[in-house]
């Protein structure tokens, strides 16, 4: 049993101790400059931002970027049983139409609440 995870965790460790390793030398022999304040300001196309520290996303920046993970998932699911589609059957076609119109049902409910709108 130990035998077929040997490789996965002589990976492991490898991957670590490499990681280790090149965290201690840049310690070592990396640049040390200090940073001005002019160094840590962000940049944005050469204006200064505008972003300050207590500044919050809406929840609308995170409903649509959940929508597109959401739909981004679909296609993943969807790619595999569009390329066998024969192999799989009527079945598969039944749950993928399923799946779509829930996928639409909750768009369109998002899309009807406003959470789409940019404020």
């Known amino acids: 049993m130990l035998r077929t995870y040997l ?38 196309s050469g204006m200064p931002s505008m972003v300050r520290r207590g500044f919050r996303f809406g929840i609308s920046f995170y409903l649509v970027a959940m929508l597109f993970i959401l739909f981004d998932i679909e296609v993943i699911f969807l790619f595999p049983i569009a390329v066998e589609l024969r192999a799989f059957g009527t079945f598969a076609l039944s749950e993928t139409i399923v799946f779509v119109v829930l996928l639409m049902i909750a768009f369109v ?4 609440r406003g959470a789409l709108e940019w404020k």
Do not use: D
């Not at 409910?109 to 009807?112: A, D, I």
């Open 7 to 44: 490789p996965a965790v002589v990976f492991l460790l490898l991957g670590g101790a490499i990681g280790v390793t090149f965290s201690i030398l840049n310690m070592f022999a990396g640049p040390r400059r200090a940073a001005n304040r002019s160094q840590e300001a962000p940049y944005e």
């Open 109 to 112: 409910y998002v899309w009807r």
